[in-house]
């Protein structure tokens, strides 16, 4: 080969080595850009903050929302989850977010038909689907929880018993570092973890309510429940027509050239009435400890404040959501402002649809019929109320209202236990950028408005 040939193909190999070079360089400089992007999104929001003792959790530790995520063959196992209707709601909506954290379907844990600590010796499970729709769960929640079926075991690596903690020394830190080492450690490779231990209404606290709402949104009641509370809200619009129908046929005699009031559409309004014996201990002692004096209401302060709501049509019919025990107690029917026409179970005809029932169901239909009100009016401090509150809230943000505070809007909700305008019940409306569940799951005085 002569000179000529070489310094030829020295060049030919010197363009190659440079082309490489270049694509080298080229990828080198993509790879560490690419490293910069991510490193500086995760270094904003990759962050846990504590603030008033609630350990937030970022939502980049959180899975990506997509099914692909959750896997389906770990699972999270939790114990029988008791307490009030909504109490159960809030224990399971946390035992979703725990399992979501720990990348794992949550098996369809047992609820409790009846009333934790009123009837502790007849605690009656009963499976979730006996109250909520499973597929219906699976299909609104598609990429953010999921739901399994004990059949969808295959019992391959084995169950691992994870005891949560409690007491004074088992601090929300210590909690949340526990969860982090379970979904790293051998613990993970464990095809069950089965938590042990205290009720999981009772867990600490990692999640922010907008979190909770994406859950409870997607608790759906089966039909047999629905087509119940269906029928009370047909029977409340019903005594509700025939009340406006007296009073148009009484107009209509008084001046027959003036049109009265559509009676079309009835509305009504849903007050929960907390007035029961152990109500009143349990608020008078949080009253106490509190230091708060804006907790317990009468049935007179009940009555005299939903009177003076603003702008209140009349006729009306207002339905009482009140314990059974109350049902024979007369007197939350007297004194009620002219033009208003309380009802409850037994006065209404309706009490033979909730006696048929176990407690959970009961509370499951008032929860329907209050939540289908016009008007909804409650106790800040209760969970039945602060959850009814959170649902109509996202249906007016759904509408693009923001703030119900000082317009009419649709669907508003108010808190009887806090005095508003003209000494009414103060409006209410959840605040759903909330870092915890505090205010909802045990209550506040503090409701946006």
Known sequence: MDLSSNSKLSRLIGCQLSSLTWKCLALVTMVLFLRAVLLHSFSGCGVIEFNNQDLILSHSLLLSSNDEGIRREKFLEVPQIVWGLNNQKIAFARA????????????????????????????????????????????LCNGFVRLGRYSDLKNQTGIYDLQKGSGRKW??????????????????EHEVIRIVGKNSFLWHDHWPVKDYARVFECLVLVDEISKEADKVVSKIRQMGR????????????????????????????AVHMRVEIDWMI???????????????????????RVGN??????????YLAVADTLLNDSSILRGWKK???????????????????PYLIQSAIDYMVCSRADIFVGNSYS????????ERTQKMMRMGIKNSCGIDVRWPSYAYNIPGESNGPRKWMTNMSDSSLQAISYGSNAISC
């Open 282 to 304: 349990h608020c008078k002692k949080l009253e106490q400890r509190s230091g708060i004096n804006q907790i317990c209401s009468s049935k007179q302060e009940i009555i005299q």
């Open 309 to 318: 709501i603003v702008s209140l049509e009349s006729p009306t019919v207002v």
């Open 242 to 269: 025939k009340l406006r129908s007296k009073t148009e046929t009484v107009q209509s005699d008084s001046d027959a050239d003036t049109e009265g009031p559509s009676i079309a559409v009835a509305p009504f309004i």
């Open 383 to 390: 969970t039945f109320s602060s959850l009814v509150v959170l």
């Open 96 to 139: 979703c977010l725990t399992a979501r954290m720990l990348n794992r379907t949550l098996l369809m844990p047992s609820l409790s038909a009846s009333l934790f600590y009123k009837e502790i010796d007849q605690l009656q499970p009963i499976s979730f689907d006996k109250v909520f729709q499973f597929d219906k769960f699976n299909s």
């Open 339 to 357: 033009g208003l026409l309380p009802l409850e179970k037994k006065n209404l005809g309706v009490d033979g649809i909730y006696k048929k029932h």
């Open 171 to 188: 601090t929300v830190e210590r909690d949340m570092e526990q969860l982090k080492q379970s979904s790293r450690s051998h613990v993970d």
